[in-house]
């Protein structure tokens, strides 16, 4: 590949970041489009003010857990020190926001950590082993709650779908072999490096797989909270049976590939309530959920990139700026310096 192919390639990686938040924005308004802003506002006046400040915060939290899967992928690089906290956290927290919403994580958010971290010297290989780590951290904690999800769900949930028990089976004894082969890697193949091309990747620790898997957990209950929070005035659900059950809805909507999961997740989750729930105050809590743990971060984390784009051009249009005044001084003073040599 010649260079200029790949500086053209690079350029492409790095403004596509742009795209997916494009996109991401663009699925934002195909999800709320059959719905006017009444119709929003009636679903969600149902539920009461406090569960909603309480998804919020649980919310909050939950994207600062997903900020942590960066700095736990630098650790991984040893790059930590390159890169200060407000940095790992705007890239951890956009790229999450973007992925949520546009799907396909590893491309979506992939592409604008690159933007972000080869501005901030980390180079194109230890992004590639930053993405893979948090991949294998997000699948980790979600395989975990399967497994306790799957025995947590009383089976009567399902009795009238056989499509759904047998589907669920298999994704528990997927997820059970992964989690084993896993743990079996970092045992028996620690100290060892597995090579993808040109990449050589370090086979982690088994300390830094029960952290990943901790941190994947955290932050699949804490994502199950903001639902949690809107539903429970409406259904009465034990919190262990429901974050089992919004557990395995999630991350079937994840391996489905659809963006957010949309459609997937809430058929999984309307699949399993009782018939007797009203599906309109469902609908006004999956809605609630949609916008608080989706939309409000898009928008809030968005802002936040686009202030430090304009920053930071700002910044590059200042520094040019002072280099010309610096260049134009020299050229002033270099005439008078001739004379006096002479």
Not at 1 to 17: D, E, F, P, Q
Not at 123 to 128: A, M, Y
Not at 197 to 224: C, N, R, W, Y
Not at 243 to 249: C, D, T
Request: glycine share 10%; charged share 15%.
């Amino acid at each position: 590949m010649s260079a200029n192919t790949k500086r053209v390639l690079k350029r492409i990686i790095s403004y596509s970041g742009i795209f997916f938040f494009v996109l991401a924005a663009g699925m934002l308004w195909w999800q709320l489009r059959s719905y006017s802003l009444r119709d929003i506002a009636h679903a969600i006046i149902a539920i009461p003010f406090s569960n909603l400040i309480a998804a919020c915060f649980a919310c909050l939290a939950g994207y600062f857990a997903l900020s942590l899967y960066d700095f736990l992928a630098l650790n991984y690089v040893g790059e930590n020190k390159k890169v200060s906290w407000w940095k790992w956290m705007l890239a951890g927290m956009l790229g999450f926001a973007i992925s949520n919403n546009a799907g396909h994580a590893v491309v979506s958010g992939g592409a604008i950590r690159y933007r972000l971290y080869t501005r901030w010297r980390i180079r194109g290989g230890d992004i590639v082993k930053m993405l893979t780590i948090n991949g294998f951290t997000y699948f980790l904690g979600a395989a975990a709650i399967v497994l306790i999800g799957y025995f947590l769900v009383p089976r009567e949930l399902f009795d009238g779908s056989v499509g759904t028990m047998v589907g669920l089976n298999v994704l528990f004894i997927f997820c059970a072999a992964a989690i084993l082969a896993y743990f079996a890697m970092t045992v028996f193949f620690h100290d060892k490096n597995i090579k993808i091309g040109q990449i050589k990747f370090q086979i982690p620790t088994t300390k830094l797989a029960f952290v990943q898997m901790g941190l994947g957990i955290t932050d699949s209950v804490l994502a199950g909270l903001v639902l949690y929070f809107c539903l429970i005035p409406f259904v009465d659900i034990s919190f262990g049976t429901y974050i089992g059950l919004f557990v395995i809805a999630q991350t079937t909507g994840v391996f489905s590939q659809v963006p957010g999961g949309i459609g997937v997740f809430e058929s999984v989750f309307m699949l399993a309530l009782p018939e007797t729930v009203d599906k309109a105050d469902i609908f006004g809590a999956l809605l609630a959920y949609r916008i608080i743990y989706y939309v409000l971060p898009l928008i809030g984390v968005g802002g936040l990139f686009f202030l430090y784009e304009n920053w930071l051009r700002a910044h590059m249009r200042r520094l040019l700026n002072e280099a010309k005044m610096q260049m134009n001084k020299i050229s002033q003073l270099r005439p008078h310096i001739t004379k006096k040599k002479k």
